[in-house]
Structure formats: C-alpha cells, structure tokens
T-cell receptor
Framework: RKEVEQDPGPFNVPEGATVAFNCTYS??????FFWYRQDCRKEPKLLMSVYSSGNEDGRFTAQLNRASQYISLLIRDSKLSDSATYLC??????????????FGKGTHLIIQP | DTEVTQTPKHLVMGMTNKKSLKCEQHMGHRAMYWYKQKAKKPPELMFV???????INESVPSRFSPECPNSSLLNLHLHALQPEDSALYLC????????????FGPGTRLTVL
C-alpha cells in the first residue's frame, strides 16, 4: 500500500460546482495532516491543516477520519483560480518536533468556464 | 516577513562542478528542510534540520551535503552530480512543534549537464 494515496484525476469541473477529493494514508503514527496546492512550476502552498474535528476555511472544508485513515477536501462554488494540483500531505510520524512530510501524488483539478 | 527565500532560482552545472543552493527564513522557525521534486512527481524529503542540527537524512547520496550555519539559513552543497539529479529543489521551514505546518520557498530549478 502506498503511503499516501490520491486519485490523480484530472477532475474537470464547471465553474461554480462543488468538488471533493479523497486521500488515504497508511502510517498510523502520522499525527499531522494537510492539504497543499501546487500550481504548475511553483512551490507547494499550504491550503489548510486538517483536524480531527474537521475544519472549514471559506469555500474549503477538510475532514479527517483517523479510524479509516482517510482525509477529504471539499471545495464549494469553485473558481477558475482553483485550478491546480491538490496534494494530500501527512507527517511521517518520526516522533518529536521536526518531522518530514510525505506527499501524495496530487489530484489535478481543472475548473472550466 | 512570512516567506522562505531561495537562491538561485535556476542553476545549470556540469557533473564536475561544485555549487551551493541557499535558503533563508526570518519567521523564527527552528526546523528547516530540503525536498527534491522531479517533474510530475510529489516532493520527496531529503534532509531535516532541527535547532541547527541534522535530525533526518533520507539516505541521500553524499554528493549532496547540507549545512545549517544558523537558525535562519540552510545551504545545500552540490558536488559531482549526475544528470538524474536534475530537479526542483525546495526548501521549507516550520516552527518545530505542534502541527508542523511547513512553508516552502520557490525552489531552485537545477539542471545537471
């Protein structure tokens, strides 16, 4: 089983629609979970951290299910500017403070006008 | 100042050259990271520094040599690289505690001839 698994897409979605991405992770020691977005030839940018209680930031909602080792991201009222690759990211669970991140391969989202 | 800077943006080097990549952050973060990203692949962890000490080396070949001169700076010294080392090299930093959210610099795009 891959460490962090995502559907690579592409997801072609009309502007204004709602789109959901899912991700599974294999390392039960992981304690930190994130969604990053990466535009073509740019660095990954933190979109949001994912908490067990779920969290929302504007049009974006993230959920974590530790029992199923499953993370989701929901984007409502999608904008053309949401077109990007969305990376599901978990920490490696090495213990202590500083810890490397393990990235999924990313889900490519294309918002169509 | 909430950004991570990296220099140079682009680097072309021969297999016999010695060069260095530089990374700087002024967010007071105590953990810094090097990642390597090949085209259409997710970033892969190379090194982690915590409080200026190397804490994780992901079995990176010795032709890559990291250095952390102080809490704000991180270097990656390159020597005798191979063409397959051509990639985007990303630096990141984090507070070294809690959720370990990492913030990435724009990267150095390296081409080895």
């Amino acid at each position: 089983r891959k460490e962090v698994e995502q559907d690579p897409g592409p997801f072609n979605v009309p502007e204004g629609a709602t789109v959901a991405f899912n991700c599974t992770y294999s390392n039960s020691a992981s304690q930190s979970f994130f969604w990053y977005r990466q535009d073509c030839r740019k660095e990954p940018k933190l979109l949001m951290s994912v908490y067990s209680s779920g969290n929302e930031d504007g049009r974006f909602t993230a959920q974590l299910n530790r029992a199923s080792q499953y993370i989701s991201l929901l984007i409502r009222d999608s904008k053309l500017s949401d077109s990007a690759t969305y990376l599901c990211v978990v920490n490696r669970g090495s213990g202590g403070g500083a810890d490397g991140l393990t990235f999924g391969k990313g889900t490519h989202l294309i918002i169509q006008p | 100042d909430t950004e991570v800077t990296q220099t140079p943006k682009h680097l072309v080097m021969g297999m016999t050259n010695k060069k260095s990549l530089k990374c700087e952050q002024h967010m007071g973060h105590r953990a810094m990271y090097w990642y390597k990203q090949k085209a259409k692949k997710p970033p892969e962890l190379m090194f982690v520094y915590s409080y200026e000490k190397l804490s994780i080396n992901e079995s990176v070949p010795s032709r890559f040599s990291p250095e952390c001169p102080n809490s704000s700076l991180l270097n990656l010294h390159l020597h005798a690289l191979q063409p397959e080392d051509s990639a985007l090299y990303l630096c990141a930093s984090s507070q070294d505690m809690g959720l370990n959210e990492q913030f990435f610099g724009p990267g150095t795009r390296l081409t080895v001839l």
